[in-house]
C-alpha cells in the first residue's frame, strides 16, 4: 500500500497501515479529488444501487440516495466524548473511557471491510493555505461518504500537499459495517485528536469532517489554542455604498438559520445584498487588528430539504439546481426530485417515496423523510461572498443568538457587555413545536446551538467564552432575535422571512454606534422609530408589543436559568451566576421602586 501512497508523511502512512490491518480491506483507494473520479465513483454507485441517477437535462450532475431505514439521523444517543475523566466531558455529553471505547469498537472494526473498498479521503476544513484551517483524513468503506466529502471538504491531493510531513491532521476510521442500530457508535477523542464511528452511513454520523471534526474536536482544539469553534452562520450584509459589514449567528434547529444564511432582502431593500460566507460552521479567531475574525470550514451545504422553496430559501434552490447529492427525498416519474413543501400542489405522475415505495398525494406517510437532505457544493450558491476562500476570513461586527420563543424574549435585544451577551448564549433555549416528538411549548436549552455538538465539558466551553474577551480589544457586540413571538391570539407578531432584514440593520447600526435603543433590565431594544418598517403593514403598537420586556416573564426566565446552571455541574463558571442574579436585582430593584412610586402617590 506504501508504495502506491502519494505521500511519504511517516506518520500519515503508519496509521493508515494499523487501520488497514485492523478493518481487512479487499482494496484500498486513495481519493485525489479529480474530475475523472468523481465520475468513476458516481458510475460505480449507480451499477452497484448506491445511487439512482436523476434527469440530467432537469438536475444535471445530481444523484439521489437511499439510505437503510435505520440511519437517518444523527444519534446522539451513541455518540461519545471520550476524554480520560467524565467530568471532562461533562454533564451535557455522553461519556466513555478511551480505553473501553477503543477496546470495544475496535472489536468491531475488526474484518469490517473484508470483501470491500477501503477508501482513504484526505480532506481540508477550511480554504487552502489558510493558517485557520485543519487538515483531516477519513477511512471509509463508504462511496456515499467520499462523494459527499468531495462537496462538504476541500478534498484530494490538495490535503496532502498542505499537510506535508506534519503530523498535525485529525485521525477519521469510519466503516457502514452492516448498519446494524446495535453495533452503531461515534466515539471522540479530543486528546487524540481522533474519531471512530461504525455502523452508520448517515452524514452526520459519517461525514467526519462535519460535525465531529469541525466542532466536537473542534471545540476542544479551540479551547486549547484560543480560538472557537461555534454551530454559525456568516453573512456579509452590503449596503447600497458598497461598505459590506460581517455578522456570525447561532441557531438551534427549526429557528430558520439556513433561510437567515440566504436571507433575500425585501423591496424596501432592494439596493441591498446579502453575501453567504457559511450557513452552519464558523471558526472565530482574535485577529492582529483586536477584531474577531472568521472562516466557514465548509465548502457546501448539507441541507434539511422539506419545507425548502422558492419562497422560504430560494438561494437554496438555486444551490441545488446542479451537482448536487439528494438523500432520502422522493423520487418522481421524470426523474427529478421532490418533498413536502417543494411546491404547493404534489407532482403529476408516479411518484416513489424516499424508501423506493410507490406514493401518491393520498399516502399517510411522507414522500420525503422529514430529514432529507441535499448535499450541494457551495460554488453554486448566487450569493456566495467572494471572501469565501479567503485565508484570513472576515471581520465579524456582531453576534447573534436566536432561538424559538412564544413569549418573554422580544424580536431583537442587545446584551449589555460581553459577559452579558455569553450568558445570553449559554441559556439560548427553544420551545417544542407540534412537530417534536413530547409536549408543545416545553423549553429545551440549547447554549449556543450547540448542546449536541460541545466536545467537552460545557461549563469549561462558557468559561473559555468568557476567557476570549481578553484575546479581543474590539470585539463583536452580541444580540438575541426571536422571530417567533406570538401575540395573545397565539399569531406570530413578525413576517420573518425576508423582513428580518430590517432587523439585522438596526444590528448593525447598533454595532457602528448609529442609532438609538431603549434601555431595559434585560438589555438594548430598537427605539422607537430606530427600527425601519418603511412599506411594512404593521402597526407600532404591534412592534411595540415584539420588542416588550415583561418582568414577570422574565422573573420567570431566571428561575429556570438557575435550575439550567445547577445541571452544568462544578465547572458552571462564577461570572455567569453573577450575571443572573445582577438581572434578578435589577427586575426587584425596579418593582421596588414602582411600589414606592405608587404608595406616594397615593398619600
Not at 454520523?205 to 461555534?230: D, H, P, Q, V, Y
Amino acid at each position: 500500500m506504501a508504495d502506491n501512497a502519494p505521500t511519504k508523511n511517516p506518520t500519515l502512512l503508519a496509521w493508515i497501515k494499523e487501520c488497514q490491518d485492523l478493518v481487512k480491506p479487499s482494496r484500498v483507494h486513495w481519493c485525489d479529488g479529480t474530475e475523472q473520479e468523481k465520475e468513476a465513483l458516481f458510475k460505480e454507485g449507480v451499477d452497484t444501487g448506491v445511487f439512482i441517477r436523476l434527469n440530467q437535462e432537469k438536475r444535471p450532475g445530481c444523484y439521489l440516495h437511499r439510505s437503510n431505514p435505520n440511519d437517518v439521523a444523527r444519534v446522539e444517543q451513541l455518540t461519545f466524548i471520550c476524554t480520560p475523566t467524565k467530568e471532562g466531558a461533562g454533564t451535557t455529553n455522553n461519556w466513555m473511557d478511551p480505553k473501553e471505547a477503543y477496546e470495544k469498537v475496535g472489536k468491531l472494526y475488526d474484518g469490517a471491510m473484508k470483501d470491500r473498498t477501503m477508501y482513504i479521503v484526505p480532506y481540508v476544513m477550511g480554504p487552502i493555505g489558510s493558517p485557520f484551517s485543519k487538515v483531516g483524513i477519513e477511512i471509509t468503506d463508504s462511496i456515499y461518504v467520499v462523494l459527499n466529502m468531495r462537496i462538504m471538504t476541500r478534498m484530494g491531493t490538495c490535503a496532502l500537499d498542505m499537510l506535508g510531513d506534519s503530523n498535525e491532521f485529525n485521525r477519521g476510521l469510519h466503516a457502514v459495517r452492516d448498519c446494524h442500530p446495535e453495533r452503531r457508535y461515534i466515539c471522540h477523542f479530543p486528546q487524540d485528536n481522533t474519531i471512530w464511528s461504525i455502523g452508520s452511513g448517515y452524514g452526520g454520523n459519517a461525514l467526519l469532517g462535519k460535525k465531529c471534526l469541525a466542532l466536537r474536536i473542534g471545540s476542544f482544539l479551540a479551547k486549547t489554542e484560543g480560538w472557537l469553534a461555534e454551530h454559525m452562520l456568516i453573512m456579509g450584509i452590503e449596503n447600497p455604498y458598497g461598505q459590506i459589514s460581517y455578522v456570525a449567528a447561532a441557531f438551534p434547529s427549526q429557528c430558520g438559520k439556513t433561510n437567515f444564511a440566504m436571507l433575500m432582502p425585501p423591496r424596501r431593500f432592494r439596493n441591498w445584498k446579502i453575501w453567504t460566507v457559511g450557513d452552519d460552521i464558523a471558526w472565530l479567531r482574535p485577529g492582529e487588528d483586536g477584531r474577531l475574525w472568521a472562516i466557514n470550514p465548509e465548502n457546501g451545504y448539507f441541507g434539511v430539504a422539506p419545507g425548502t422553496n422558492n419562497l422560504s430559501n430560494p438561494m437554496a434552490m438555486s444551490s441545488i439546481e446542479r451537482d448536487t447529492i439528494f438523500t432520502n427525498v422522493a423520487l418522481t416519474e421524470d426523474g427529478d426530485v421532490w418533498w413536502e413543501g417543494k411546491t404547493e400542489k404534489v407532482p403529476e405522475g408516479k411518484m416513489w417515496d424516499w424508501q423506493g415505495r410507490p406514493w401518491t398525494g393520498e399516502s399517510k406517510e411522507k414522500a420525503a423523510h422529514p430529514n432529507s437532505r441535499f448535499t450541494a457544493p457551495a460554488t453554486n450558491n448566487p450569493c456566495l461572498s467572494r471572501h469565501f476562500n479567503d485565508p484570513q476570513g472576515v471581520p465579524i461586527s456582531a453576534i447573534i443568538f436566536g432561538g424559538r420563543r412564544a413569549s418573554t424574549v422580544p424580536l431583537v435585544i442587545q446584551s449589555f457587555n460581553w459577559s452579558h451577551g455569553v450568558y445570553m448564549g449559554a441559556t439560548l433555549g427553544s420551545e417544542t413545536t407540534a412537530a417534536a416528538a413530547g409536549a408543545v411549548g416545553v423549553l429545551r436549552r440549547d447554549p449556543m446551538a450547540m448542546l449536541p455538538f460541545c466536545g467537552y465539558n460545557m461549563g469549561e466551553y462558557w468559561g473559555h467564552w468568557l476567557h476570549m474577551q481578553s484575546k479581543i480589544p474590539h470585539p463583536p457586540k452580541i444580540f438575541m432575535v426571536n422571530w417567533f413571538r406570538k401575540d395573545s391570539k397565539g399569531k406570530f407578531i413578525w413576517p420573518g422571512f425576508g423582513e428580518n432584514m430590517r432587523v439585522l440593520k438596526w444590528i448593525l447600526d447598533r454595532s457602528l454606534g448609529a442609532v438609538g435603543a431603549q434601555e431595559t433590565q434585560m438589555g438594548w431594544v430598537p427605539q422607537e422609530g430606530y427600527l425601519d418598517l418603511s412599506g411594512l403593514p404593521i402597526d407600532p403598537e404591534v412592534i411595540e408589543e415584539a420588542c416588550r420586556v415583561d418582568l414577570n416573564e422574565w422573573r420567570a426566565e431566571l428561575n429556570s436559568a438557575e435550575e439550567w446552571f445547577k445541571s452544568i455541574g462544578s465547572k458552571l463558571p462564577r461570572g455567569l451566576e453573577i450575571t443572573r442574579q445582577s438581572l434578578l436585582a435589577a427586575i426587584e430593584a425596579t418593582e421596588y421602586e414602582e411600589s414606592h412610586v405608587e404608595i406616594h402617590s397615593k398619600k
